[in-house]
Each structure stands twice: as C-alpha cells, then as structure tokens.
C-alpha cells in the first residue's frame, strides 16, 4: 500500500482532471516509485482518459522532492467537435438594385435577370461538416451537434461536379438565372408571364425573350434574340438582333419604336416607328406611322389598312387598302435599298468632314498659295516651318482622298435604285397618295383597284396596270 493518498477532482464538465497528493503520516512520506503507479492510483479514483504523461512526471518529482501537490492539472479530454452547418454560394449576384447616376435613381433598370454564359459557375454547394466526439476525463462520450444539409439540386440547363466537401453547379447554356428555394436554373429563352412594368424593369437579355402581357409606356426590351410580345407595345422600344413578333399591336403615341436586324410581325401599329432589316408584316393596320424595311412590306389581309403614314420598303408594297378618301397624308417608297441609305447617310457625314476640313485650308493659306506650294511666305511670325509643312501636305492628302470618295459616293448612290420592286393594292388605292418607286415619283391621279405599280426605265416614270395575281 502506497504511503501517499491521490485525491481527484474535475472541471464542471469533467473535460480537465486535477490530482491532489497527500501522505498519510507526515513523518515519513514515502515516495512515488514509478509514473506507472501513479496512473494507477490516478484510474482508481476515477481519472481514465487523456492523462498527460509529462504532468504525471511533473507531479511525481514535485511530490518525491517534498513540494506541494494540490489541485495540479493532470488529465484533458477529447473536446467535442461540433459540425458545420452547409452552406449554398452562390457566384451571381441575384440582387435587384434600381441604377444610380449622379443623384437620380432609375427605378426602370433594376437589373433583374441575371445573365451567365454557358459554362459558367454560378452556385457552390458547401456540405455540412460532421462532428466529432468528444471524452471526458472520466471516460463518458460527449456527442456534437451535427451540421445541417444545405440542399440546392440542379434545375434545367445546371450540370454539378462534385468533390469531397464541395458541389459546383455550372450553366450548360447561356441564358439567365433562376434561383428559388432548392433548385437553380438556366433558361435560355427569357419569359415574362406578366408585363413588363416596375416590377420587372428595363429587359437587356443575350437570347430571346418571350412576354405574356404588354410592355408599358417608357420601357425598354432589348434582345440579341427573337422577341414574342403576346400583348401590346405601348410607347416603348423594342430592339431586337434577330426577328419581333408583338401579337397585340404598337400603340407609339409618338413614342413607340420597334427596331429589328430581322423581320417583324405584328398585328397594329398606330403612332409608331418600325425599323426593320428584313420584312414586315402587318395583320391589322397602319395609321399615323412610318416604317422602313430592307425587305417587303405585307398588309395584304382584308382587315389591313393602311393611312396618314410612311412606308418605306426595299424589295416591295403589298396591302390591301392603301390611303382613305379623307386624308391624302400617305406615301409608298420602294426600290430604294435603305440598309444602303443608311450605308450612303455615314458616307456623306464622313465626305463632307474632308470638304470641311479641304475648304479650311484653302481659306487659311488660298487656293493659289497651296496649289504652287508658296509655303515661304507662312514660315514666319504666326506659324512654324513644321506647321505650315504639314498644313501643306495636308492639303494634297485630302485633294487625292476626296477624289476618290467622290468616286465612291456617285457608285454607291447609283447603286440604291439597283432593286426591281412594285406596289401591289389588293383593293383600293385612294387618290393623293404619293409613290415612289426607285427614283422615280407618282402622285396617285385616282381611285384605283387590284392595281399594281412599277417602273419604267426607258419611259422614266412610273406606271401602273391591273394586278392579275
């Protein structure tokens, strides 16, 4: 038997061991002879787990030595490793914030589709961290709390790569990001089942773009893809890379423009704009609009009325009733290459810079001076030998540049009316309407039907005959 006494005593949570030693007879108190006979003592009264073999030694020679041994910290248990708690990252910014310049708040750019390209992360899922148990010093089993599973599946067009820890959720298409509840998504084909309004906002999507009700007053939807409005356009703008469809109509109130790379389909327009590189097609009527088209323009329908507007189409006219015996405002152009106009509009502003920049120079140094070179006479006083060299070369550099744009400008306006188009009326065409086929220009003389007008070259005018078609 042992001539000391080992008392224990522990941490409220039984997580830290302390060991007090005492002898029994303070006249001889005995030594501890080995570290293995004080774990032993140290297990009896109840001190199983996590003993630090250097305390045992630390508390064996202060003992052995004569020094006080009392409530000396002699064991640590395992502490419990709660988990974690997963969690879901998501790599694109789903938050809607009105667009700020200066001191004014644009309430209609809210920006609230979010665009990814395919191939793009867009969501992490982190998973939960299992825990780890815990032991006393006394031997008992502490249990962690676990993590909580963050869920997210991949919705349409989200493939996931998985890791040991981690899920990424890539986009399989370019289109934009639909995240709700549990599932996240890609859809490439944007759909509004609503109007676009407040709540919606200003629409810049790289795809196409599906609206179930109106687009209203000052709003813009702007696509690299195919536009379908189910409702109606009302003083909006609608551009478009590729095609429009608006099922309702345009109602412009001087406002309305619908801007397409492609063709346009759409029931109405009134008070409107419609600029489009391919055809255009009208179900119900045009009034008080203009429309430009690098194809041909269709309003062949019985229902189709067209009044009081412009219609500019490269390829050709066809409606069904063209002017009104009340109003005379309506003019038809055709055989006019506009996508070639607009080409010829940029030449021209880029021609007249030259001759702008030309007659500078002729008012500066004179016509004559420059031609024979008489740069000797500026080289002083108010200019530079280098300034009035390079005014000078200017000059001839210019001469030669707008020789040849001349040439180019008289090639590209000949080639505008390089279009054989005509005019077909299906059924009525009311006198006053102006038509202009190529460069040619008509004033409608009377009432006419299931006409067709072309022109004639060699008699350079228009002409006009029954439409057997």
């Not at 997210?152 to 370019?174: I, S």
Request: aromatic share 10%.
């Amino acid at each position: 038997m042992a001539d000391y006494k080992v008392l224990v005593s522990f941490s409220e949570d039984e997580m830290e061991g302390y060991v007090t030693i005492v002898p029994y007879n303070e006249d001889s108190r005995g030594f501890i002879e080995t570290e293995q006979e004080l774990i032993r003592e140290l297990k009896k009264e109840g001190i199983v787990y996590g003993i630090l073999e250097d305390k045992v030694k630390e508390a064996m020679d202060l003992y052995n030595s004569g020094k006080s041994v009392k409530n000396f910290l002699i064991a640590v248990g395992k502490p419990v490793e709660h988990g974690t708690n997963g969690k879901i990252e998501l790599k694109v910014d789903l938050s809607m914030q009105p667009k700020i310049e200066g001191n004014k708040i644009d309430y209609k750019e809210i920006d609230k589709f979010k665009i990814v390209e395919k191939g793009e992360l867009i969501a992490v899922k982190i998973k939960a961290k299992k825990g780890i148990r815990g032991i006393t010093v006394t031997g008992l089993g502490k249990e962690p709390k676990e993590g909580e599973t963050a869920i997210l599946f991949p919705g349409k067009n989200v493939k996931t790569k998985e890791e040991e820890d981690k899920v990424y959720f890539y986009a399989e298409e370019t289109g934009y990001v639909v995240y709700q509840k549990d599932r996240i998504a890609v859809f490439p084909v944007l759909n509004i089942t609503g109007d676009v309004d407040f709540s919606v906002g200003n629409i810049h999507y790289n795809g196409d773009v599906k609206i179930m009700g109106d687009v209203l007053p000052d709003f813009l939807v702007e696509a690299t893809g195919k536009i379908v409005i189910y409702g109606t356009a009302i003083s909006c703008t609608i551009k478009s890379d590729s095609d429009v469809v608006i099922r309702g109509g345009v109602s412009g109130k001087d406002k309305g423009k619908v801007l397409a790379k492609g063709d346009v389909d759409i029931g109405y327009i009134e008070r409107g704009f419609i600029s489009a590189n391919g055809d255009v097609y009208v179900k119900g009527g045009v009034l008080d609009s203009k429309i430009v088209c690098g194809g041909t323009f269709y309003g062949e329908l019985k229902s189709v009325k067209v009044m009081e507007s412009e219609i500019k189409a490269s390829k050709g006219i066809n409606v069904f009733v063209a002017g009104s015996p009340y109003n005379k405002k309506l003019v038809l152009i055709t055989g006019v290459d506009v996508l070639k106009e607009k080409e010829l509009e940029k030449f021209k502003e880029e021609f007249n810079s030259y001759i702008k920049e030309f007659g500078d120079l002729k008012r500066k140094y004179g016509e004559e001076n420059l031609e024979k070179k008489n740069m000797s006479i500026f080289q002083s006083s108010l200019h530079t030998k280098r300034d009035v060299e390079k005014d000078f070369n200017r000059y001839y550099e210019l001469k030669e540049i707008i020789g040849k744009k001349y040439g180019e400008l008289k090639k590209l306006e000949s080639s505008i009316y390089d279009i054989n188009a005509t005019i077909k009326i299906k059924n009525t065409i009311y006198p006053g309407v102006r038509i202009r086929i190529g460069e040619y220009e008509l004033i409608v003389p009377k009432q006419m039907h299931n006409v067709i007008f072309y022109k004639d070259r060699e008699a350079g005018e228009i002409k006009w005959g029954v439409d057997l078609k």
